[in-house]
């Protein structure tokens, strides 16, 4: 889509923004229906950053945000050409810019209101644009549904920047049907249910969503997972910055290199510089070790089980994420959700997360919380090895394609969350009984206590070794200057020779 900056270029002040947003707010003035809210996002970037091809289409581009990229554009527009003669030419369909991107068009100020982005082409190219993949979706589900074909490309129409408002696809599908659209009403939301059911890693719930809230594909497998109803507890979400500890690093590496720099032209630095390299490498093991995706506090499942003692076990009755416990009977039991993961559950989880994310933070009501994402989190924390999965999967609780090597490598590729209901969730009450059950073992509470000691030991004896190190570069350098052995130098010769006593 191209930009519009009536304060860049030769043409600074003419009126072609003015004119646009005049017509595009007296447009949406006159929609009587209800504007839906903003539920299409861009993906940010600190999620893109984990894992690019999680949240960018490989095959199919759907909507503005993809549609007209060359290479998705070059490989499927074609492709959805045909779809459309398939779709169309049951319903005797020989007009579609009549029949079908017309009735679009007159819907294209509410459409364009589902995105976080301002689409500035005119209606006609965007209501053949939605027009176009919204009829392909049709397709697409048709052929899953009524033939149970696979679609190699399924992981596409689940990413969030690739969805098409469900408002879109009713207003095709009563283009479709003409009079008959009211006794065929259901008919988007059964192809909805199967392909969704076909591809959550998570069980439905058995009570039915209200369609007529619902967003897109993906807002339906969301809300179909969460059951998300009206619960008595605050949903208000607040959101931190994730930490900035490699950045930090590499600003101090940069500054140690020019102090290095400087250091050199100096005679008799040399152990100075040996002490700036000690602290860079060390720097630089902590940047490293500071890529790794931050996971919630939690011990992981063999932990657990090999210390605590606890027992993981498959939630009765097919429950879905909101049936966790952690109750104790003869022993502490831990009672979990079944799991299915396969080729594209990674890329289902990561948009499942990252839209109820953003649906918390971008809604102007209370209505979405973040169960799911604390659910993915916790999994997350528990799942570290092969050892865990194999413990999860021998109790049922994973089931799925996916190798144990791939679950783990999942699990501990997605970033913790940042943010926090206002109120503690159940399962935070969860992870907080785990976290003391499992301290208040014996072993552990003698491994913190040690851990405690050598942090503070550590402190004390970085502490002398800096000093020390001082006294060495004073040293040397004054003997370079001065002579091997200067009069004033006796302080610096008795507390080095106390200092190494005591390191000894």
Not at 107 to 133: K, R
Not at 139 to 161: G, T, V
Not at 247 to 257: M, P, R, S, T, V
Not at 397 to 415: S, Y
Request: net charge negative; with cysteine; aromatic share 10%.
């Amino acid at each position: 889509m191209a930009s519009l900056n009536p304060f860049l270029g030769p043409n600074s002040g003419d009126r072609p923004w003015v004119d646009q947003i005049s017509k595009t707010l007296q447009t949406q003035l006159r929609i009587i229906i209800d504007t839906p809210p903003v539920s299409i996002f861009e993906i940010p970037k600190t999620l893109k950053a984990e894992k690019l091809e999680a949240y960018t289409p490989q095959c199919i581009g759907l909507g503005p945000n993809h549609h007209f990229k060359s290479e998705l554009y070059q490989k499927m527009e074609q492709n959805k050409l045909t779809a459309m003669k398939r779709v169309l030419r049951p319903h005797q369909i020989h007009d579609c810019q009549q029949q079908v991107v017309e009735k679009v068009r007159e819907i294209v100020p509410i459409i364009c209101a589902s995105y976080d982005l301002f689409l500035d082409a005119d209606d006609y190219t965007l209501a053949w644009l939605f027009a176009i993949d919204g009829l392909f979706l049709l397709h697409q589900l048709d052929a899953y549904f009524d033939h149970r074909f696979a679609i190699d490309e399924a992981r596409d129409l689940i990413m969030l920047e690739n969805q098409i408002p469900l408002i879109v696809l009713k207003e095709i599908h009563k283009a479709l049907w003409a009079e008959n659209a009211h006794a065929q009403e259901d008919d988007i939301e059964s192809k909805f249910r199967f392909f969704c059911e076909s591809h959550s890693p998570f069980l439905f719930s058995k009570e039915k969503i209200n369609f007529i809230g619902v967003n897109h594909l993906l807002d339906y497998m969301y809300h179909s997972i969460v059951n998300n109803k009206t619960l008595s507890i605050s949903r208000k979400v607040n959101f931190t910055n994730p930490r900035s500890g490699p950045y930090e690093n590499d600003a101090k590496l940069e500054l140690l290199e020019a102090v290095n720099k400087f250091a050199g032209l100096i005679p008799g630095a040399k152990p100075f510089l040996q002490i700036i390299e000690f602290i860079k490498k060390n720097l630089s093991d902590c940047t490293h070790e500071n890529t790794f995706v931050e996971e919630i506090k939690v011990p992981s499942v063999s932990e657990l089980c090999n210390i605590a003692g606890v027992k993981f076990r498959l939630s009765p009755r097919n429950g879905g994420i909101r049936n966790i416990n952690f109750v104790q009977e003869k022993e502490w039991f831990c009672y979990l959700p079944l799991i299915t993961l396969n080729t594209d559950s990674e890329v289902v989880l990561r948009n499942l997360v990252a839209y109820e994310q953003l649906m918390a933070k971008n809604s102007f009501v209370s209505v979405y919380g973040l169960e799911l994402t604390e659910y993915v989190d916790f999994l997350c924390g528990i799942i570290d090895t092969v050892k865990d999965v194999r413990l999860l999967r021998d109790e049922k609780i994973i089931e799925g394609d996916l190798g144990d090597d791939e679950v783990v490598e999942l699990f501990n590729g997605i970033g913790r969350s940042h943010g926090k209901m206002s109120v503690e969730s159940e399962l935070g009450k969860i992870v907080t009984q785990i976290n003391m059950v499992y301290e208040s073992m014996p072993r552990v509470c003698v491994q913190r206590l040690a851990e405690k000691q050598l942090r503070v030991s550590a402190k004390i004896i970085t502490f002398l070794i800096s000093i020390w190190s001082i006294l060495i570069l004073i040293r040397e350098v004054y003997s370079r200057v001065y002579g091997s052995n200067p009069p004033h130098m006796m302080l610096v010769h008795f507390l080095q020779t106390k200092l190494s006593h005591f390191l000894h």
